[in-house]
C-alpha cells in the first residue's frame, strides 16, 4: 500500500480528501457558530417575551407621557434587577421613543421599526424577530414587546431590548470559548475518524486501479499474456474488458507479424534456392558455349541453347509471379468487375495449353457447355488464376495423364474445376496447400518443387472476387481445384 510513490492516485486523492475534510471542518465552525448564537437568541427571547408585558402592566396606572421620574426609575429598578441584560423603552404609537432607563448619551436613535413589535404582538406562536437597537442602530436586537392601553384605547408600547452590552460581550466571549473547544478537542478527532474511513475507501477503490497499472506494466514488460481481473462491475471492469481484448488483439497481431517473419525467411531461403538453380545452369551452360564454341558440333550447340533459354523462361516466371504477388499484398491490384464469357474465356486457355500439354504427352479435355451464362469479374485477373491453375496441373501430372477443365452454372454462381491425374496431395496436406512458401514436394507429393507462388496468386486473385479457391483428390488419384463466380443475370 505505501510503496507508491507520492504521486500515485492513492496519495492524491487521499490529499484531496484531506483538504476537503479542512475545508469543511472550517464551514461547520462557522455554521456551528452561527448556529449556536442564533439558538441562543431565539431561546433568550422565547424566555423573556414576558417581560414588557409584566412592565406594562406596572405602568399601565399611569399616562406615558406624564410618567413621574422617580416612578420610572423605581419600575427601571425593579425590572433590571430581575432581568440585569436588559434595556427599557417607552415607544409611541409611532415608534418614537419617548423614555428610556439608558443615559441619553448612549442613545443614537429615537426611531423604532414597529414593523417585527406587531408581527409578534399579533402572533402566538413561538418567534424569533429583531428590532432596532437606539443604542447601536446598525445591529438588530432581540426583543420582548408589549402595547400600553388606556381607556381601552393604544397608547404607547413597552419595548425591552433583551440583550444588552453586557450581556452580549459576556455571551460572545462565551460562546467563542465554547466553538474554540470544540475546534481544538472534538473536531480533530472527527477529522481523524473520518479520514481513516476515508482512506480505506479510498484503498479499496483504486485496488482496482493498481490491477490495470500492474497488467500493463506487465504488458509493457513483454508479457503479452498478462490480463487484468476485475471481478467488480463499473468503469473499471469495462477498462480491464477494453485492455484485456486489446491485449488479446495485439497478441494475435503478434503472433501473426511473427508467422509473417518466418514466411519472410522461407521465402528467402525458397526463392534463393529456386533462383540460385536456373541462374547456374544459365551460367553453366553459357561458359560451356564460349569456352568449346569449337569443339561442340552444331546439334550439341542448340542443345545447350535451348536448355538456357528453358531455365531462363524458369527464371522469368518466378520473377513475374513475385512481382504479381507483392502487388496483390500491396493492394495495388483493383478487380475491374463486369460481365465476361467464361465459356470464351475457358477455350482459350484449352486451345493455349493443348499445345504446352502436347509436349508431355498430356491429354487436354473439357467439359465445358456452349450455353453457359456470362459471369462477373475481372476478365484479365480470372485468366491469370486459371493459367496458374493449368501451369500447377501440367507440372504435377506425369506422362499419358489427363487434365480435364470443367465449368458448369448452379442456382446463381459459375463452378470451375481444374482437375489432373498427377500424384495427388497426401491428405495432412491439404490444409496448407494454398499456406505461402510451401514447397511444391511438401504439397503436391512428388513433382518439380518451387515455392509455390502460383497457388498463392489464385487465391488472392479469387479474394479480390469475394470467392475462394478449393482442393480435394480426385477419385483417378490427382488433385481437382474448384472456385466459383457469380453469374451475371441481365436486368430487365
Same mark, same amino acid.
Given at each position: 500500500m505505501?510503496?507508491?510513490?507520492?504521486?500515485?492516485?492513492?496519495?492524491?486523492?487521499?490529499? +484531496?480528501?484531506?483538504?476537503?475534510? +479542512?475545508?469543511?471542518?472550517?464551514?461547520?465552525? +462557522?455554521?456551528?457558530?452561527?448556529?449556536?448564537?442564533?439558538?441562543?437568541?431565539?431561546?433568550?427571547?422565547?424566555?423573556?417575551?414576558?417581560?414588557?408585558?409584566? =412592565?406594562?402592566?406596572?405602568?399601565?396606572?399611569?399616562?406615558?407621557?406624564?410618567?413621574?421620574?422617580? /416612578?420610572?426609575?423605581?419600575?427601571?429598578?425593579?425590572?433590571?434587577?430581575?432581568?440585569?441584560?436588559?434595556?427599557?423603552?417607552?415607544?409611541?404609537?409611532?415608534?418614537?421613543?419617548?423614555?428610556?432607563?439608558?443615559?441619553?448619551?448612549? *442613545?443614537?436613535?429615537?426611531?423604532?421599526?414597529? *414593523?417585527?413589535?406587531?408581527?409578534?404582538? !399579533?402572533? !402566538?406562536?413561538?418567534?424569533?424577530?429583531?428590532?432596532?437597537?437606539?443604542?447601536?442602530?446598525?445591529?438588530?436586537?432581540?426583543?420582548?414587546?408589549?402595547?400600553? !392601553?388606556?381607556?381601552?384605547?393604544?397608547?404607547?408600547?413597552?419595548?425591552?431590548? +433583551? %440583550?444588552? /452590552?453586557?450581556?452580549?460581550?459576556? #455571551?460572545?466571549?462565551?460562546?467563542? #470559548?465554547? =466553538?474554540?473547544?470544540?475546534?481544538? !478537542? %472534538?473536531?480533530?478527532?472527527?477529522? *481523524? *475518524?473520518?479520514?481513516?474511513?476515508?482512506?480505506?475507501?479510498?484503498?479499496?477503490?483504486?485496488?482496482?486501479? #493498481?490491477?490495470?497499472?500492474?497488467?500493463?506494466?506487465?504488458?509493457?514488460?513483454?508479457?503479452?499474456?498478462?490480463?487484468?481481473d476485475i471481478k467488480s462491475n463499473g468503469e473499471m471492469k469495462d477498462l480491464a474488458q477494453t485492455f484485456n481484448e486489446m491485449a488479446a488483439e495485439i497478441q494475435k497481431n503478434i503472433k501473426a507479424i511473427q508467422s509473417m517473419e518466418q514466411s519472410r525467411r522461407e521465402l528467402v531461403a525458397n526463392v534463393s534456392h529456386d533462383l540460385k538453380t536456373p541462374i547456374a545452369t544459365i551460367k553453366g551452360f553459357a561458359e560451356t558455349l564460349v569456352l568449346k564454341k569449337h569443339e561442340l558440333n552444331s546439334e550439341q550447340q542448340q542443345k545447350y541453347i535451348h536448355t538456357i533459354l528453358k531455365n531462363t523462361s524458369q527464371l522469368k516466371t518466378l520473377v513475374d509471379q513475385l512481382f504479381q504477388l507483392s502487388k496483390l499484398e500491396a493492394n495495388e491490384v483493383e478487380a475491374i468487375i463486369e460481365p465476361f464469357s467464361m465459356s470464351e474465356l475457358l477455350q482459350d486457355n484449352l486451345l493455349k495449353y493443348k499445345m504446352i500439354s502436347k509436349e508431355k504427352d498430356i491429354v487436354m479435355q473439357s467439359k465445358v457447355p456452349t450455353d453457359l451464362p456470362m459471369a462477373i469479374g475481372d476478365v484479365g485477373l480470372i485468366d491469370r488464376a486459371l493459367q496458374n491453375l493449368l501451369d500447377n496441373a501440367i507440372k504435377f501430372t506425369p506422362e499419358g495423364g489427363r487434365i480435364h477443365l470443367e465449368a458448369f452454372s448452379t442456382k446463381d454462381k459459375i463452378m470451375v474445376k481444374v482437375a489432373d491425374t498427377g500424384h495427388g496431395i497426401p491428405q495432412d496436406k491439404l490444409n496448407v496447400i494454398f499456406e505461402r512458401y510451401k514447397k511444391g514436394t511438401e504439397t503436391s507429393g512428388e513433382g518439380s518443387g518451387g515455392i509455390g507462388l502460383g497457388l498463392d496468386i489464385v487465391k488472392k486473385i479469387l479474394e479480390l472476387h469475394q470467392s475462394k479457391i478449393a482442393v480435394t483428390n480426385g477419385p483417378e488419384k490427382g488433385a481437382v481445384f474448384s472456385f466459383e463466380l457469380p453469374q451475371y443475370t441481365a436486368r430487365i
Open positions: 505505501f510503496k507508491s510513490l507520492p504521486n500515485s492516485l492513492f496519495w492524491k486523492i487521499s490529499a +484531496l480528501l484531506l483538504g476537503i475534510l +479542512l475545508i469543511l471542518s472550517f464551514i461547520f465552525i +462557522l455554521i456551528l457558530g452561527k448556529t449556536a448564537f442564533q439558538f441562543s437568541e431565539e431561546a433568550d427571547q422565547h424566555l423573556n417575551k414576558e417581560v414588557a408585558t409584566h =412592565i406594562a402592566a406596572e405602568i399601565s396606572a399611569f399616562p406615558i407621557d406624564s410618567i413621574d421620574q422617580n /416612578q420610572l426609575e423605581h419600575i427601571f429598578h425593579s425590572a433590571m434587577i430581575l432581568h440585569p441584560a436588559i434595556e427599557i423603552y417607552f415607544l409611541d404609537t409611532a415608534g418614537q421613543v419617548l423614555n428610556y432607563s439608558a443615559p441619553d448619551s448612549l *442613545i443614537k436613535k429615537k426611531q423604532i421599526d414597529l *414593523i417585527p413589535v406587531k408581527e409578534i404582538l !399579533n402572533s !402566538n406562536d413561538t418567534y424569533y424577530k429583531k428590532s432596532t437597537d437606539p443604542r447601536h442602530p446598525d445591529q438588530a436586537k432581540i426583543f420582548s414587546a408589549a402595547p400600553i !392601553n388606556k381607556n381601552g384605547k393604544l397608547s404607547g408600547y413597552v419595548y425591552v431590548v +433583551l %440583550t444588552g /452590552q453586557k450581556y452580549a460581550e459576556a #455571551r460572545n466571549e462565551i460562546l467563542d #470559548r465554547y =466553538i474554540f473547544n470544540i475546534a481544538s !478537542n %472534538t473536531l480533530p478527532i472527527l477529522i *481523524i *475518524i473520518a479520514l481513516a474511513i476515508g482512506l480505506l475507501a479510498i484503498y479499496a477503490l483504486t485496488n482496482s486501479h #493498481r490491477k490495470v497499472i500492474s497488467a500493463v506494466k506487465r504488458f509493457q514488460n513483454g508479457d503479452f499474456n498478462g490480463r487484468i
